[in-house]
């Protein structure tokens, strides 16, 4: 799983960082809650060696939904204000976005 945003990997691995949102779009790729996978800064970079996450939980949310504080926090201390402005810069025109609630399992954690 890509995570392009500066400084989030390392949110991931402290475990401040424990949700995710991805747009929804035909034949998208669609991550399966209870499967591990890895973690990466771009398309073409490598995982990172210290783990993986864990997908616990997926659910589907539409435009006129707006996430609640916890969410944006959980999304890596984001306000929801700025956590909405940050979604809505990378995706100007998502309608359907899958969120994503996951955990960090360390290398050599099963």
Known sequence: MIFAV???I???IR???TQTRRVAKPNSF???VGKTYGVR???TCKNIPDGRILILHRFLETRNKKIN???ANAEGGYSLEDYET???KMHKNWQIRYGYIFRFV???ES
């Open 106 to 108: 360390p290398k050599g």
């Open 6 to 8: 500066e400084g989030h």
């Open 15 to 17: 475990g401040e960082k």
């Open 41 to 43: 800064k771009c398309r």
């Open 69 to 71: 504080e916890t969410d």
């Open 86 to 88: 940050l979604f809505e």
């Open 10 to 12: 390392e949110k991931i």
């Open 30 to 32: 669609i991550y399966q």
